[in-house]
């Protein structure tokens, strides 16, 4: 119960700046990611979503001006994504940093036993649930 309303909450964080919780994912992921994951179908492997709505949410978010496609060296059919300037800006902004604060100040023994709780979670649980998943393989942690 208690990492379902812990999961809304931050969900609900996302609402912000102009931006839904997908978008803010993107830009983190774009940011983070290493140079040949940077494309629509990585984000979506990433959250084991179909491309459709993924491919929305990066045109929405080159529309505001907050990424870029780029062409991609190692494939004409799928373009990079690369994060802007004011992507970047944005992303001082992020709803995602009182989150990453509360848990800093957590003692050490207890941020490892949340990251192993986690990682399990995102490793065990697409072989656990009913539904199938997009991905063949779960994502890495």
Known sequence: MLLEQASRMIHGSGYAQGLYPAQWVALRYFVEADGPARTATG??????MSIAPV???????????????????????ADLVAVTEAGLTMLQHDPRQPIEALLASLPRAGRDALT??????????????????????PPAA
């Open 43 to 48: 984000l979506a492997r990433f959250q084991d």
């Open 55 to 77: 491919a929305r949410t990066s045109r929405t978010l080159v529309e505001k001006g907050l990424l870029e496609r780029q062409p991609n060296p190692r494939s004409r059919r």
């Open 116 to 137: 192993e709780a986690l990682e399990m979670l995102v490793r065990e649980l697409p072989r656990a649930s009913p539904y199938p998943s997009r991905l063949k393989t």
